[in-house]
C-alpha cells in the first residue's frame, strides 16, 4: 500500500494493536477529506489515572479508532487515549471526556469514557474529516465493561472476569482473550475472535454474533463447554474435535466439548462462517 497516510499508522504499533491495524488505517484514510501538505498525521497523547474499586463498572464510546480494554491486578483504571488528525484545527476539535462517579445502581463506582468527533456539514466536502481515537484503558480485572461501543475500528478486551461484559463494533473487528466475564458481543461488518489459552471450570455464558464476516473461537485441550453455532448464510466447521469424530462442515452445530461443564457458548453468524479450532 504506497499511501503515505496508511504507512504513518503501521509503522510503531505495539503487539496487540498489530493484530488488526489495517481496520483501523482504513478508518481514519476513509474519513478523512483534507491533508496537510507533508501527508503527516498528527497526534496527541492523553493519559490519566484513577483510584478505583475493584468492581468497577465501565462503559466506552468511540467513533473511529481503537478500544483496548486490559483487566490487571491493580484497584485502578488508567485511560491512555491518542488522538490523531490530519490538522491542528481537526485535532483540538476532537474532544475526550472521562468520569468516576457512584453508580447508583450498585452503589459501586461507575467510569464513563465518552468521545466527540464533530461532523462536518453537509455539503463541506473540502473540509477536513479526518479523526481517530485509540484508547488503551488498564482496569480491575472484575471490571464489569457495560458498554463498549465503536462504529469503525477495532476493540480488544484482554483478561477480565467482572460481572458483565458487553462490547460492539459496527464495522471493523473485535478480539476478546481469555475473558471469562458473562459475555454479549457483536460486530456488525468485519470480524469476531475469541480466544482462550487456558479453561476454567466456573459457569460461563457467552454469546458472540456477527451481522456480515467470520466468526472465529479457539479453545484449548482440555476447554470443557456446551455449544450452540448457526450461520443464516454460511457454514460452521467444527476442526476441534479429533478428525476420527468427524468436523464436517454444517449450517448448525450443537456439541458438547470436554466434559460439557457449565459453560454454554452461543454463536452466530448471518452472511459467514463459524470455526470452532483447539489451541495450539
Known sequence: MNDPVVRALIVGMSRHAAIFAFVAVLALAASSGAQTESGKILHETWEKDYQVDENLALKVHNTDGRIYIYGSDENELKVTAVKRAFTKERLDAIAIHVAVEEDNGTGGEMATIETSIPTVPNGGVTQDRSGTVDYTILVPQNCSVREADLANGEILLEGLRGSAMNAKVENGRLLARNCFSPTQISVGRGGLDLFYDWWEED???????????????????????????????????????????????????????????????????????IWLQKAD
Request: proline share 3%.
Open 203 to 273: 459457569p460461563l455464558s457467552l454469546s458472540a454474533e456477527i451481522a456480515d464476516g467470520d466468526l472465529r473461537i479457539t479453545l484449548p485441550i482440555d476447554a470443557a463447554a456446551q455449544i450452540d453455532a448457526a450461520s443464516t448464510h454460511g457454514h460452521v466447521t467444527n476442526r476441534f474435535q479429533e478428525e476420527e469424530e468427524g468436523n464436517n462442515e454444517t449450517n448448525h452445530l450443537t456439541t458438547t466439548i470436554g466434559a460439557g461443564g457449565e459453560a454454554e457458548l452461543n454463536l452466530r453468524a448471518v452472511n459467514g462462517n
